[in-house]
Every structure is written in C-alpha cells, then in structure tokens.
C-alpha cells in the first residue's frame, strides 16, 4: 500500500518529534537541573559566561529551554620555594645560591613541595585550578591569587613562629591586605603555632611578585603573598610542619578559599585584579636590573603615597619613627597619605593635620596604575 508523500512526511515528522522527545531526559544536565546540594556551595551564585541553551524545533519544545551557566573556576598559582633552583634564566641568576633552609633531616625544598601538593589537593578538591610554580614564575603570570610557600631557619634553634606577608607596594593593594590578612587568620586557626612578628624585607620585597622588576615576576593585578610556614630549625614548629603537615595545608587552603569567596564571591562583572589581566608593564627579554631593592638598607625616602594599613586588626600608631608614644589606634584596611618613610616606619597624615609613624609591615603602598 502506497501513502500519500504528505501522509508519510506528517508521519515521519510525528516519529521524529516522539524520538527526539523520549532523548531529552538524558540531554545533558545544566546547572539549573542539578540538585543545590550537586553543587559546592561558593559556586552556587558564581557565573561568568552565560550561555543560551541549545534551540530546539518548536514542535519538540516540551520543557523551556534553561539557560546554561558556564563557570570560570578560581585559578591559584602555588609556588614551592626555591623549587628547581637549578633551571633559573640568566635574569634570577642571583638567586642560584638561594637553597633554602633545612632541619630535622629534611631541605627547606622537601618540605614546602610536600605542603604545597596537600594544598593543591584540598584546592582542587573545591574546583579551583591550581598551578604549581617553581621559583621561576613565568613572566606576568596571572590567577585569581598567587600563593610562595617557604619555611624558616635560624643558626638559633629558638626562634619559632609562623608570617605571612605581601610586597611593599602594589597595584591591588587591598586585594594583597586581604589576602595576607584571610591567610594568617587561617593558618593560625589550623595550626596553632605562634605568629613571628619578625617580617622581613626579603618577603616585602619577594622577587616573584615586586612589581619594579621588569619580568619572572607574576602579573601587577595578581593578589599576592608569600607564607613562611614555621622554623624547620625550632623543634616545636617542626612537630607541626613535619607531623601534621595536612594541618599546616589546610591553613593555606583556607586562607585562599576564604579570600576568593570574599574578594570574588558571586561577581560576574569585570574586575580590576585577578585572572587574565594583562600587565603590560612586563618586558619578558629585559635583563636582570642592577641590584634587588630590598636587600638594600633603609633609609629616609620622601613620596606622594597612599598607604593601606593591613595585618592587625587595630594598629599601633607611634609619635616617633620606632620609639614613643602611641598617638592613635587604628583599624586596618583604609588608606592614609603618607609623604615620608624613615627606616621601618611611615608617617601618615591623621585627621585634624595630626601625624603619626606605623611600622612597614602593617602598610602597603597603593600604586599608581601605569607608573
Ligand atoms: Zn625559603
């Protein structure tokens, strides 16, 4: 029996429709269709590109259509310490000598891949990207945070302790104060060991993140810190790091978590720091510069500065530069200009045309873009 072309074109479109009718449960599940509970919890509101779903022929549309959110996961950079020392280009030749530190039987290098890897873990384990760096960072690196792991040791076996700190000046100053700050409050809550107060300038001035060296560093708009995970020549501090090594990752892990959630959180909008911000100031082929800044001594510089107050929640403001009375408490995070530094100390200009001196290590210089 012959039908009718028509007849056999209206079955044919029937057949399909059914066909493609009984498939859509198994099309591929978007957000919107996944249980809340599928879904970890500091991605639930985070969207950065949007996309429509498919089209499909009107006459098979039985569901409405959903848009499906395409989510740009957090990217952390982890660097280990001092890690493949010997593969440095000619412009980080000064640091070939720059080994790390050991204790207890183990190298400085050992222990901070060993933390670095658990951090990574717990990381990815949330859906973050994580790129394990060693000491030489490509040039204008970029992520959501860049995070350098390394260990203390002294020829004392006394001093103990944990820091953590960022560069002295920065083109995302707050993000840096952020970060330090998420990442101490964490890593003492995880490890309990004692905050050195003893910051250096090698950490303020870490080659990896300065942003007056012209390239091996990561990009200007990359939040930054660098952690010094305890003393491997204090035995206290070693029990710790070497014993409960996943603690110590954890307090990392934390830290960055926390940050990312607070300084990225659900936005979707354009941001001014963070992943895939070119730094154009980078020169890849430039030669190293003539000396590393922070090594050199402090003294008496005058400048047009803003300066944002981070580390303790309250700060010590002094009469004088190191000594004298504290002429005010403040809290962190707000700017304050400062015209002169003197040694360790800034002085910033107070309401009422006061002046006062805070250490340089509750401040960081807030840059002025492009310069
Ligand atoms: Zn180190």
């Known amino acids: 029996m012959l039908m009718s072309t028509r007849l056999r074109s209206l079955l044919f479109s029937l057949f399909t429709a059914f066909l493609l009718a009984s498939m859509l449960p198994q099309a591929a599940p978007s957000w919107a269709a996944l249980p809340a509970s599928y ?30 959110t395409a989510l740009r996961p957090y990217r952390v950079g982890l660097q280990v310490g001092h890690y493949k020392n010997d593969e440095l280009p000619q412009q980080l030749s000064r640091l070939l000598g720059s080994v790390g530190t050991s204790g207890g039987g183990r190298t400085e290098i050992d222990l901070n891949l060993d933390v670095t890897n658990r951090i990574a873990l717990l990381l990815r384990a949330q859906g973050v990207l994580v790129d394990i760096l060693p000491t030489t960072v ?141 730094d154009t100031s980078i020169n890849p082929s430039a030669p190293e510069p003539p000396a590393f800044k922070h090594s050199s001594a402090p003294k008496s510089s005058t400048g047009d500065w803003q300066a944002l107050l981070m580390g303790n929640a309250t700060i010590n403001v002094y009469s004088d530069p190191g000594s004298g009375t504290v002429v005010a408490r403040l809290p962190r995070g707000s700017f304050y200009h400062s015209s002169l530094r003197n040694g360790d100390y800034y002085r910033i200009d107070l309401p009422g045309g006061k002046q006062g001196w805070v250490s340089r290590n509750a401040v960081i210089i807030q840059m002025k873009t492009g310069q």
């Open 39 to 68: 879904i970890p919890a500091f991605l639930q509101n985070r969207q950065a590109v949007s996309q429509a779903a498919p089209a499909l022929p009107a006459h098979v549309a039985t569901v409405t259509p959903t848009a499906v």
């Open 138 to 278: 490509p040039s204008g690196y970029s992520a959501d945070a860049f995070v350098a792991i390394h260990a203390d040791g002294n020829a004392s076996s006394a001093p103990r302790g944990f820091k953590i700190s960022t560069r002295w000046e920065s083109e995302v100053a707050v993000q840096d104060g952020n970060l330090v700050q998420l990442l101490t409050d964490n890593y003492r809550a995880a490890t309990s060991l004692p905050e050195d107060a003893n910051v250096t300038r090698d950490m303020r001035g870490y080659y990896a993140y300065s942003p007056w060296r012209p390239n091996y560093r990561t990009s200007n708009y990359v939040p930054g810190a660098i952690v010094e995970m305890g003393y491997m020549t204090n035995a206290s501090d070693r029990t710790v790091l070497f014993k409960s090594a996943n603690k110590v990752a954890v307090g990392v892990a934390n830290g960055i978590m926390a940050f990312l959630k607070q300084d990225y959180g659900s936005s979707v909008g354009v941001r001014s720091y963070g992943y895939g911000i070119e």
